[in-house]
């Protein structure tokens, strides 16, 4: 099967149009005042939604063409609608939104995917689409243990014509709507000649994302959920340092949240900041009951509390434990449930190869002992810090060295008060948490330490004072340079897999699929098929692959497990 760059184009304009359909459907009856003026919102209310959706759905049925093709219709019918009626703000939300995306189709000529995306998360987002959810489906490997929104998500723009090559836009969709809500911050600080570290801040977040997440294919789990972590931290810094309607803060509050969980399932330590909001909270409210009226009266609450019981449940479905590999979650009492054995066993390896004790060619002789304590950080720093975190640091030195000399000037003015001590204090608490237990910048570092270096860094630039027209030239210069970079940096990359795969990027623009990548689906026919046949002749008799998983069906539902 060959899709070519226009017939991804135009899915393309159609899941994006779909999304925002859905979105100001959304917003216009019980969200109003979440994306008013930024239509990035609109966007990340949608793919909230969609999370939602997709998980709740594919408890009984399977994300198939038709339904997809109906659900997306649905979304783009509301587009048109909502369209017409653009009011002169939306516009200039219009015009960031189509420059956006159109940049960000250079981000999308992909041949070469990242390891764990054929390994599992093509196979788990195929799989949706051709049956509902099973139970036990963790038994067919590691990387199929955990649920993320990612595949559910992905499911759900499985289309005709172009089919699964378009599983590789949902960290896309992120990255798009996440820049937008950035750039659309910013314009708004700067045009209403507003000037403040936020301002800084989020420059900083934009310039950071654009430069070093540049490659769409290596993002993944883990860096879509780092993004909107940072954007998080922006929405706290802005509800309590500024004044801003609490309804519309705490409600954009929760789009994030729940989506960076659902992304992947340990992101659920950052519930931490929820101490932060509540503090907040409850400086302005005075009691605990008034808090608890404003949450029970907010629909994207109860949404909220909706989508973690959902998670949790097919977590549950998945491996027998409600966050995987947490051994103290699980229930191996359960047919289809991991052995908890083999649940410590797995968090201790990943443990092992986030603190450098594995990797391709070398294990560590005594893995118990290498991550106890700080027995592992010596060998850490050699082969991880002097590595990847060295590098990464020098580029953040870059990006803020060239920042400082743009945006300082002569002019200084006293410095401000503002109120970070707490959310600083449980950033810092997690980045303790991360180097203790997984100190790779995959699973939150790039997220942590940057936050941290950039709301320092963001105070003590605002000392610095410009004609704001000035201050806006710069700016704008700044974001046009981290787009050059992201364009350029992916032209090169595109350029390479052209000359060493024979990518052909306008016939076939599709990235690098396996026969091997089908496994998962063809063993669950497999079973599926032969225990069905099996049953109508004698229901005592099981059916196994090389006797390693059984199927058993109950309830209705396809239950998988080893004995």
């Not at 649905?74 to 369209?83: A, T």
């Not at 990359?493 to 998962?520: A, G």
Request: net charge positive; hydrophobic share 50%.
């Amino acid at each position: 099967m060959f899709v070519n760059f226009y017939t991804f184009f135009i899915f393309y304009f159609f899941i994006i149009s779909s999304i925002l359909g859905y979105g100001f459907l959304i917003t216009d009856t019980v969200g109003k005042s979440v994306s008013s003026k930024n239509i990035g919102y609109t966007g990340l209310t949608a793919i909230f939604f969609f999370t939602i959706y997709s998980y709740f759905t594919s408890l009984f049925i399977k994300h198939g063409l038709y339904h997809n093709l109906i659900f997306l219709g649905l979304g783009f019918i509301f587009f048109i609608i909502k369209i017409k009626n653009f009011n002169k703000l939306s516009k200039n939300n219009f015009y960031f939104l189509v420059g956006i995306f159109a940049f960000l189709l250079f981000g999308l000529f992909i041949y070469k995917t990242h390891d764990d995306f054929l390994y599992y998360h093509f196979q788990y987002s195929y799989y949706l689409t051709n049956q509902p959810t099973v139970i036990g489906i963790g038994n067919f490997g590691l990387g199929l243990r955990t649920s993320s929104s990612l595949f559910y998500l992905n499911s759900l723009f499985y289309l005709p014509f172009i089919k699964y090559f378009t599983f590789q836009i949902t960290p896309a969709l992120i990255f798009g709507f996440a820049n937008l809500i950035l750039i659309i911050k910013i314009y708004n600080d700067l045009n209403n000649k507003r000037y403040n570290f936020l301002t800084i801040y989020n420059l900083l977040v934009f310039i950071f994302i654009n430069t070093f997440f540049y490659r769409i294919s290596e993002h993944g789990t883990d860096k879509s959920a780092q993004i909107l972590i940072l954007i998080l931290i922006s929405e706290i810094l802005l509800m309590i340092n500024f004044k801003v309607v609490i309804e519309k803060s705490i409600t954009k509050l929760f789009v994030l949240i729940g989506l960076i969980i659902t992304f992947k399932a340990f992101y659920i330590l950052y519930g931490l900041l929820f101490v932060v909001i509540i503090y907040h909270l409850f400086q302005i409210k005075k009691n605990l009951f008034n808090i608890f009226k404003i949450l029970i009266k907010n629909y994207f609450f109860l949404s909220f509390v909706f989508l973690i019981i959902l998670l949790l449940f097919h977590n549950f479905l998945i491996s027998g434990c409600l966050i995987y590999p947490v051994a103290i979650s699980c229930f191996e009492n359960n047919l289809w449930a991991i052995k908890i054995n083999e649940v410590k066993e797995l968090n201790n390896w990943y443990e092992q190869w986030a603190k450098g004790g594995a990797g391709p060619n070398f294990r560590v002789e005594d893995p118990i002992l290498y991550i106890k304590n700080f027995n592992w950080v010596s060998n850490w720093i050699d082969i991880y810090f002097f590595n990847k975190v060295s590098d990464f640091l020098i580029g953040v030195s870059v990006l803020l060295l060239i920042t400082f000399l743009t945006l300082k000037s002569k002019v200084k003015s006293l410095p401000k008060k503002n109120k970070i001590n707490l959310l600083v204090f449980f950033i810092f608490i997690l980045l303790l948490e991360w180097f203790y237990n997984h100190p790779a910048l995959r699973y939150g570092g790039y997220c942590l330490i940057v936050s941290l270096i950039f709301i320092y860094f963001s105070i003590f630039m605002e000392k610095y004072q410009n004609n704001i027209n000035l201050i806006s030239k710069k700016f704008y210069f700044l974001i046009l340079v981290s787009i050059i970079i992201f364009t350029y940096r992916n032209f090169e990359r595109i350029k390479y897999e052209i000359e060493f795969y024979s990518y052909k990027p306008l016939n076939n623009f599709h990235f690098k699929i396996e026969e091997k990548s089908f496994n998962l689906q063809k063993n669950l026919e497999k079973l599926i098929s032969h225990y069905d046949m099996c049953k109508k002749n004698d229901e005592n008799c099981q059916f196994t692959i090389d006797g390693n998983i059984y199927v058993e069906k109950k309830y209705g539902k396809y239950i998988f497990y080893k004995k």
